[in-house]
């Protein structure tokens, strides 16, 4: 399946400026969960960043799912957010530091801090 998925991203990597192809090389970011109802989804989801690309890839179907980016004052970022054949691909125009949430439809959410360097 990560093969898979793997071969798809690159495949759209010579289509669309991507830095998803990068996701089997680069850190993930580490996802702490709120509001947890019980079954933890976190591994289901792969979060990378690569310069001003944020990746996120979901391993599972896990229903309807929002995503937003905060800076570290909790202000919400007007960004640039692109579907992909495996989760969502996020321009963050500015170097800093950031917060990623991801908010599921039965009410989970998952934060992350990230840095954007130039």
């Known amino acids: 399946m990560f093969k898979r998925i793997f071969f798809i ?8 400026p991507s830095c998803a192809i990068n996701l089997a090389l680069e850190d993930n970011l580490p996802l702490l969960a709120y509001n947890q109802s019980g ?10 960043i ?3 690309y944020l990746t996120v ?3 599972e179907s896990l229903g309807e799912v929002s ?22 691909q996020i321009y963050i ?3 800093g530091s950031y917060i990623l949430i991801i ?3 039965n009410g989970d959410e998952y934060h992350g801090n990230f840095e954007v360097s130039d």
């Open 67 to 88: 995503i937003e980016v905060q800076n570290t004052s909790g202000i919400p970022l007007d960004v640039s957010i692109m579907d992909t054949p495996s989760g969502r």
């Open 103 to 105: 908010k599921l439809e």
């Open 39 to 48: 079954n933890d989804k976190s591994s289901s989801i792969i979060a990378s």
């Open 50 to 52: 690569n310069g001003h």
């Open 9 to 16: 991203l690159s495949m759209l990597g010579t289509i669309v």
């Open 57 to 59: 890839a979901f391993t």
């Open 93 to 95: 125009p500015l170097a």
